[in-house]
């Protein structure tokens, strides 16, 4: 299979101090099954979304143990090439490339605004199995403060062209490579307390929107917004019991007409 292109989602994976605790919640909340921890790569353990891999859930590194949060990777053909143009163009690598035996090479950075991601080059682990099917990733927003600087760092690392929605209560903006709709640039408001760090809000695709959020809240979930519908779908954004922001999306319930998007740049 090939490998998708420079800048694509390519997988997601996540913290937690309470490993098991998080296996039980994306368990009942997303349909979850999880793979055999790997003791050799610090008890990382691959979900699964009807026998394909959909993330992976890991505990902390020591030190990190309050830091429970999603991590979205970007694809690369060469990790140490990318973490040069994220320098070049003002952001930082906080882990530089590293090789993972004979799955991959990964490397975790932050853009000048302080969103942490990663990157991932594909070796035998090729990333998501699927895409937009229950259970799996379906989309992602980038959260941040500083919306001029993610616009200027992320299409410069990544060739991205940008849309921008016009509207006067939100600043929203689409990345696109090829014509496709990759992520979107959400500029956080007062709306999101002051202790949410600018993040990547990664979605996972859910057949009933509600009944997930239900299920959540059951679990010590926390809702931040929705459920609401919108033409993209009906959706709502939750944090998990362990302190880690995500969000659901039934792509099939929708409402209302697709905003007009204007070309940028």
């Known amino acids: 299979m090939a490998a998708p292109p420079e800048g694509t989602p390519i997988w997601a994976d996540a913290m937690f101090a309470d490993v098991e605790g998080a296996k039980k919640f994306y368990g009942e909340v997303l349909g979850w099954t999880f793979g055999e ?29 309050e830091q429970s ?73 980038i959260n941040t403060r500083d919306a001029g600087k993610a616009d200027a760092f992320f299409p410069a690392v990544f060739s991205y062209n940008q849309k921008n929605m016009p509207d006067d209560k939100i600043d929203f903006r ?20 002051p202790e949410v ?27 931040r917004f929705g459920p609401v519908t919108s033409p993209f779908g009906r ?5 998990d019991p362990h302190g880690a922001a995500f969000s659901v999306l039934d792509p099939d319930t929708t409402e209302g007409d697709m905003p007009p998007m204007d070309e940028v740049g």
């Not at 921890?37 to 990190?64: C, H, L, R």
């Not at 760090?197 to 979930?221: M, R, S, T, W």
């Not at 959706?235 to 944090?239: G, I, N, V, Y």
């Open 37 to 65: 921890s790997s003791t050799e790569f610090g008890n990382y353990t691959e979900a699964y979304a009807d026998g394909k891999a959909v993330a992976a859930v890991v505990p902390p590194m020591p030190g990190a143990e």
């Open 69 to 141: 949060a999603w991590c979205l990777y970007f694809a690369t053909p060469d990790a140490a090439a990318t973490a040069a143009q994220i320098r070049e163009n003002g952001g930082e690598v906080v882990m530089e490339p590293m090789q993972v035996a004979d799955f991959g090479t990964m490397c975790i950075a932050r853009d000048p605004g302080g969103v942490v991601f990663g990157l991932w080059q594909p070796a035998k682990h090729t990333g998501f199995d699927t895409v937009g099917t229950p259970g799996a990733f379906c989309w992602a927003e």
């Open 174 to 193: 689409v990345y696109e490579l090829n014509g496709a709709p990759l992520i979107g640039r959400m500029g956080m408001t007062e709306d999101f307390p």
């Open 197 to 223: 760090p600018p993040h990547i809000n990664v979605y996972f695709a859910v057949p009933d929107c509600d009944a997930a959020v239900a299920k959540a809240q059951e679990l010590g979930a926390t809702v």
């Open 235 to 239: 959706f709502a954004s939750l944090t």
